[in-house]
Every structure is written in C-alpha cells, then in structure tokens.
C-alpha cells in the first residue's frame, strides 16, 4: 500500500532531550515536507526538501532540523525541544506532476514538559 | 505563494451539494488552485487541483473563474463524512512550498 510512515505516533518528552521522528514513503517521491498544526495556527510547514541531499526552510523552520540522504526518509530533528514545540506534525511526500497531490502521514502527537 | 481566504465556516445538508468558495486575487499565471480537507486531527487528503480549466474527479468538481481570481469546490452530493476542515492553497508545480491557510470547517447535518 502507498503511504507515508511517521514514527512515533505519541510521543512524550523532556526539554532539552534530543529526540528524532522519522517519516518514511514508499511511493518513490521526490518531494517531502514537514508540518506542525497548532490551534488556531493551522498547518505551518517546517521543512521541505526536493531531492535527496536538497532541503530549504519553511514558514517554521527554527529549532528543527532534517536531512534527505535517501530518497524514502525526511526525518525531523529537534536537538533541544522546548514545550513550545508541543503540536501535531505531519510528514507529506508527493513527485512533480502527480494528479494527487502531496500524500500526508498518519501524524506524531509530540509532547515536551 | 499567493494568498487564499476562505469562510470561516459552512453548513450543508447531506445529499445537498457543497459549494465552497476560495478568493485568491494575487495568484499569478503558473499557480496552481489546490484542494486538501482534513478530518478531525488526521492527515489532510488531496481532493482536487486545476490551473485554468474546471476539473471532475471522484471526489469533487473544481470550478476556477477565467480570471483565476476565485474558486469553488464542488462535492455534489455531501455525507456526513464530509464534514471536515477544508484548505484552499495555491503554489507553483514545484509542490515544494505549500502554505496552507485556516481553511472552512464544513459540517453537513443530517
């Protein structure tokens, strides 16, 4: 089945603590793109990234990293989480030209105290 | 990317046509019109995209004025399943850069 794997799904932590969520897609996109959705801030995306080895900010990008050495994974990277950084982020794959659109994952619920 | 507005919010009876509106004046000539809705906290499902021509797909039926200034979503008959948050977003065909607005809350009543 065509998807695109986020992981965790919940995910409780402390500030400061390194952690990585990680998105893979088995669609052989080149696109991918990360989001986080806030209450009354919608989706805002973090990161995006073309190709491999190719990324570029987003709307949101400070306090996150990512890397694309392989075409299937975009993982999220927050060295220093702070609570501020508690939402909803969804990964998102999707290949120029494509007649539907970006495919989004299943979401990570990420909480930092 | 261009901007989009959309209502706050809609009301539709099922079996009824839901017809949701999208202004976005300052699109230029290689944006395309986009179409996602989410339900509850899920991720959002691609619906439909068009440049200039109306497009049909399964889903729903998007029509883009000949200015490009505006665009309505069409789900011609409305479930209770569609009740969802639904985004209007328009950007290049690079798809790298998508900015997704508030969106309408569609709630289709029984």
């Known amino acids: 089945e065509a998807q695109v794997t986020q992981n965790p799904r919940y995910l409780i932590t402390v500030t400061g603590k390194k952690l990585t969520v990680t998105c893979s897609q088995n669609?052989?996109?080149?696109?991918m793109s990360w989001y986080r959705q806030d209450p009354g801030l919608g989706l805002r995306q973090i990161y995006y990234s073309m190709n491999v080895e190719v990324t570029d900010k987003g709307d949101v990008p400070e306090g996150y990293k990512v890397s694309r050495k392989e075409k299937r994974n975009f993982p999220l990277i927050l060295e220093s989480p702070s609570p501020n950084q508690t939402s909803l982020y969804f990964c998102a794959s999707s290949s120029p030209g494509q007649n539907y659109g970006y495919t989004f994952g299943s979401g990570t619920r990420l909480t930092v105290v | 990317d261009a901007k989009t507005t959309q209502p706050t919010s809609m009301d539709c009876a099922e079996g009824r046509a839901a017809n949701l509106p999208c202004n976005h004046s300052?699109?230029?000539?290689?944006?395309?019109v986009y179409w996602y809705r989410q339900i509850h906290s899920q991720g959002p499902q691609y619906i439909i995209h068009g440049l200039k021509n109306n497009e049909t797909n399964e889903m729903a039926s998007l029509i883009i004025t000949e200015d490009r200034k505006s665009s309505t979503l069409i789900l011609p008959h409305a479930t209770l399943r569609d009740t969802a948050v639904y985004y209007c977003i328009v950007g290049g065909t690079s798809y790298g850069k998508l900015t997704f607005g508030q969106g309408t809350i569609l709630t289709v009543h029984p």
């Open positions: 669609m052989n996109h080149e696109y």
């Open positions: 300052t699109i230029s000539g290689n944006e395309y």
